[in-house]
């Protein structure tokens, strides 16, 4: 691991003064610590923001749920509101990594856990995330757990969470505080496609802090699951997931949400597909149509076209789910 | 573990202030207050088995994917190999050192023997120490649920069906 200076910050403030020159932030380091020990993430300075008072799951006055940046996956995960309200973000984070890793990892680190690209994670290899204009050896490599949906010429890797699916299914929104104050951004506004500057992810810039993710009321009526297909049942990234959040009454969609992770370079969402099966029954024939319109674009590698078939049968089986009798509400 | 101390209590060190080569920590291990400058660098598992000689607690892949390293910050299981110890100023830590001892074994270490629950036994301390943890976690009654809940302790041996059996043994000892 390379040489760094430590500090603690106590508020808000200090970190944002800490950072001011340029510093990564820790909270539960089970990405970032990982990413040093392997050379991938090289900082000078690290400040530790796990005294910071953003630990707290609150609601909000329009009725929705602030979940603080610090609060822990395991946390949020048995949160009594988050289970009742928002039983996909509860799903999808003890779906993943394992009890000790939830009992570290932070809502907002998890915002930023970076892929599980073997090339990104290895200095040896040329990669564009982690060294700008080096190429992609993932591309022509092994690359059978990688992206098929938003990749580019640049970059195929895959955004790992299964949290960022829920949320996104969720339409959360994250709030992020910099010099310039506090702003809020969409989830779906606060990931970025790879492009030709893979080693840009988010929108959240250099001394920029999360300190919050914020999910609106939830939809009355609203039922909502949390698949994940990998290569063991547990203690796995997911090759394909799904997050179905849906209103259906007398048979037919009023309203649904539909997020995947594992295939995109970002959690992926269509709205087309959410627009296409609103209004329509809940029949196989519409998630069928669903999945068609979400997978139309894919462009697998040489490994992973299975990841087509498999994520089309992963949103089928969710709305299937979702929409029959005996699942969770 | 008293004689572990590095820097006697009567002299302390400002805990937050950084320390030239290094940076000032106090946090309690095993019942034993603990103060060290550290390497900014040093993980919480090496500073346990390197400084302070507690060796049982174990390093197996030091990415946090084995769970070899489990110990309790604060009452709640971690991977000490992810953690750096200058982020553990004033936390309370338990190792398998302090879950109990061979002349008095935490009922968990009796159940592991009782079961069989180990062949080599290197991933044994993180084993207990993440059995331990579940004890107080939500965790489903089936043992596919304990299962689950042991996930993130890898044992290359495959002694799982023994070890879910030796935690089941103790969940029923705490019901009767």
Same mark, same amino acid.
């Given at each position: 691991?390379?040489? %760094? ?16 020159? #340029? ?9 970032? $610590?990982?990413?040093?020990?392997? *050379? ?8 530790? $923001? ?17 979940? !603080? ?5 395991? *946390? ?64 022509? #490599? ?38 310039? !104050? ?8 606060? %990931?970025?496609?790879? #492009? ?27 039922? =909502? ?24 009454? #007398? ?12 295939? !995109? ?27 068609? $319109? $979400? ?6 590698? =040489?490994?992973?076209? %299975? ?23 | ?33 603990? @103060? ?49 110890? &200058? ?9 398998? @050192? ?15 023997? @009782? ?15 993440? &059995?331990?943890?579940?004890?107080? @976690? ?26 879910? &059996? ?11």
């Amino acid at each position: 691991m390379n040489a %760094f200076t430590f500090s603690r910050a106590a508020t808000l403030e200090e970190a944002l003064a800490e950072s001011s020159d #340029g510093a990564t932030f820790v909270a539960g380091g089970t990405t970032l $610590i990982d990413l040093m020990k392997l *050379d991938v993430e090289v900082p000078a300075k690290v400040v530790d $923001i796990n005294h910071l008072p953003l630990t707290g799951i609150t609601l909000t006055a329009a009725g929705g749920l602030r979940i !603080g940046a610090l609060a822990r996956n395991s *946390d949020v995960a048995h949160d009594a509101t988050v289970v009742r309200d928002y039983p996909v973000l509860s799903e999808a984070l003890l779906s993943g990594a394992s009890p000790q890793l939830r009992n570290m990892a932070s809502t907002g680190g998890n915002l930023l856990q970076r892929t599980r690209c073997l090339y990104f994670r290895d200095p040896a290899y040329a990669c564009n995330k982690r060294a700008p204009g080096s190429g992609c050896s993932a591309i022509d #490599g092994f690359n059978r757990n990688l992206a098929i949906l938003g990749t580019s010429e640049h970059c195929i890797a895959t955004n790992p969470s299964d949290q960022n699916v829920a949320l996104t299914a969720l339409e959360a929104t994250v709030q992020m505080r910099g010099s310039n !104050g506090e702003r809020t951004v969409p989830i779906s506004d606060f %990931f970025l496609l790879p #492009g030709a500057t893979p080693e840009r992810e988010t929108v959240l810039e250099p001394g920029e802090l999360i300190t919050s993710v914020t999910l609106p009321p939830p939809p009355a009526g609203a039922r =909502s699951t949390y698949l994940k297909l990998r290569d063991r049942a547990s203690y796995e990234f997911a090759l394909a997931s799904a997050a179905v959040v849906a209103v259906v009454a #007398g048979g037919s969609f009023e309203r649904v949400r539909i997020a995947l992770g594992g295939v !995109g370079t970002k959690p992926w969402r269509n709205r087309d597909a959410e627009t296409a099966l609103e209004g329509k029954p809940a029949t196989s024939e519409n998630f069928a149509l669903a999945a068609q $319109i $979400i997978l139309r674009d894919a462009t697998p590698a =040489s490994q992973n076209a %299975f990841k087509i078939e498999l994520a089309k049968r992963c949103i089928v089986h969710a709305l299937t789910l979702v929409t029959t009798d005996g699942t969770q509400p | 573990m008293s004689s572990q101390v590095i820097v006697p209590e009567a002299e302390p060190s400002p805990p937050l202030a950084p320390s030239p080569g290094g940076f000032s920590v106090t946090f309690t291990v095993n019942g034993d207050r603990v @103060e060290l400058v550290v390497d900014p660098r040093s993980t919480l598992l090496d500073t346990l088995r390197e400084t302070l000689d507690l060796t049982g607690t174990k390093k197996g892949c030091d990415h946090g994917q084995c769970g070899a390293c489990t110990v309790h910050v604060n009452g709640r299981r971690v991977n000490a190999c992810l953690s750096l110890t &200058a982020m553990h100023d004033g936390d309370t830590i338990t190792t398998v @050192e302090g879950l109990g001892a061979p002349a008095a074994l935490h009922p968990m270490q009796a159940a592991f023997l @009782e079961h069989d629950g180990y062949q080599c036994g290197y991933c044994t301390p993180g084993q207990l120490m993440s &059995a331990t943890a579940l004890l107080d @976690e939500p965790c489903g009654p089936a043992d596919a649920d304990v299962a689950e809940c042991m996930s993130g302790n890898i044992c290359r041996c495959g002694a799982y069906q023994n070890i879910v &059996a030796a935690i089941q043994s103790v969940r029923q000892q705490g019901k009767s």
